[in-house]
């Protein structure tokens, strides 16, 4: 297994890397050759709502087989993804949200048992959203048991270490 943590620097900032998910979607391709499987966690910096993260490839198997872009190991279920951030899609949403459907990578959040309204995971200036997130390959989706946004009174929220909760995944 793969395992990746990353921060992407909000879009616009100095920091920022326009060919950041370019990137990671040249090592995720390259950790798939070698069969490998990846999750990926940490702050996305995208609104995702509940967009679409993958291809639906049931119509190319049924009408293009040879079309097929997606491996044998895609989920035969596949349950809807909740968000509980509805304000609709900022930040690196699209090429975070093209990364899943170019590698097959899913995300997690609001599909797992304990998240299943993918509750916020950052608390800063009055508001919240959710920018943190696991993804992972198709092998992993289905070995995940659990995954939880941890209240963290201790060390997040205004005057502590971090305004983002963490993540935890049961596999």
């Keep these: ?24 979607a040249t ?13 990926l966690t940490g702050d996305f910096n995208g609104l995702t709502s509940a967009v679409d993260d993958y291809v639906d490839c049931r119509y190319f198997a049924d009408h293009m087989p040879d079309m097929l872009p997606l491996g044998n190991d895609f989920p035969e279920v596949l349950p809807g993804r909740h ?28 599909r797992i048992a304990g998240n299943e309204s993918a509750e916020c995971t950052y608390f800063a200036n009055g508001g919240s959203s959710l920018v943190d997130y696991m993804v992972a390959s198709p092998a992993l989706f289905d070995c995940a048991t659990s995954l939880v946004i941890h209240k963290c009174p201790l060390f997040c929220g205004k005057g502590r270490d971090s305004d983002h909760r963490p993540l935890s995944l049961n596999l």
Excluded: H, T
């Design 1 to 24: 297994m793969f395992l990746a943590i990353m921060y992407a620097p909000p879009k616009g900032s100095p920091y920022a890397d326009e060919g950041l998910f370019d990137n990671i």
């Design 27 to 39: 090592e995720v391709g390259m950790i798939q050759d070698l069969g490998g499987s990846i999750l």
């Design 83 to 110: 968000n509980s951030d509805k304000r609709g899609s900022k930040g690196w949403q699209n090429e975070f949200l093209d990364l899943c459907r170019s590698s097959g990578l899913l995300i997690l959040n609001g």
